[in-house]
């Protein structure tokens, strides 16, 4: 077994995981391997299963069958220090509007136990281009304004699998590039990215692979030769078994 003080990965692996709600198949059978450095797209109407297969490699939903391993270890084997290499970006925002930008940070830093948390906290404020407004309370933001503080909450610890569910709600086109920007730099340093949207025009040149889901199945598409929703359409028009 890895020794889970020092929990780290190149690549995870999802094999036959199947994910049933009652009698509704979420995932059916999914094999997929995501790999450091790369930025996985994943495309599907609502309901298709995206926000399931982020949920169960988050660790916060378990799979009915199947099993999921990092780097070759199962979330059984590695325990709680695996979730310290895991940040997530979900529909709910985990912010806490009475509080400021920087004390959201310094309250989700101190809950990681981080080191250099003064550093940190300045490092996402800059990168969120919030540090005007560090010390303002979270609830006369925008969206888009808690969108990207969000972001840097859920990367203040610097995870190794980044989940990202529908990252773009709410933001402008300003807001948009710092994103693809900073999600590139995440590729840059080595993470494993990957990014449930149906934003296919921010996606489109961001994503080095494609992966369609529909009623639970999936199917990997390789970018390039046409846009992203011409692949995702002609993808979901095809039979699949």
């Known amino acids: 077994m890895r020794d889970p003080v020092r929990c780290d990965f190149d690549v995870v692996d999802t094999r036959d995981v199947s994910r049933h709600f009652g009698r509704r198949r979420a995932l059916a ?4 391997t ?5 930025i996985t797209g994943l495309f599907g109407p609502n ?14 939903m378990r799979p009915t069958a199947g099993t999921v391993h990092y780097g070759g270890a199962t979330a059984q084997d590695l325990g709680d220090p695996l979730r310290r290499r895991i940040g997530v970006l979900g529909h709910d925002l985990f912010l806490y509007g009475d509080l400021s930008a920087r004390e959201n940070l310094e309250f989700f830093g ?12 300045a490092g996402a404020l800059t990168s ?3 540090a005007d407004r560090a010390n303002d309370r979270v ?7 808690r969108q990207r503080l969000a972001l840097e909450r859920a990367l203040l610890h610097d995870p190794r699998l980044v989940l990202l569910d529908e990252p773009f709600t709410g933001l402008d086109d300003e807001s948009a590039a710092l994103l693809i920007a900073r999600l590139r730099g995440l590729k840059d340093s080595g ?3 990957l990014m449930a949207t149906h934003d296919f025009e921010s996606a489109d040149g961001l994503v080095d692979r494609m992966i369609c889901l529909r009623q639970g199945r999936v199917r990997e598409v390789t970018p390039g030769g046409a846009t992203l929703r011409d692949h995702y359409r002609r ?6 078994a």
Do not use: C, N, Q
């Open 235 to 240: 993808t979901m028009a095809e039979a699949w």
């Open 139 to 145: 609830s006369g933001f925008s969206r888009g304004l």
């Open 34 to 38: 995501f790999r450091a450095g790369e």
């Open 191 to 193: 993470a494993i990215v």
């Open 110 to 121: 101190k809950l990681y136990g981080l080191d250099r948390l003064p550093e940190r906290i």
């Open 29 to 32: 059978r999914t094999s997929l």
């Open 47 to 60: 309901g298709a299963g995206k926000s399931t297969l982020l949920g169960v490699l988050s660790t916060l």
């Open 128 to 130: 969120s281009r919030l």
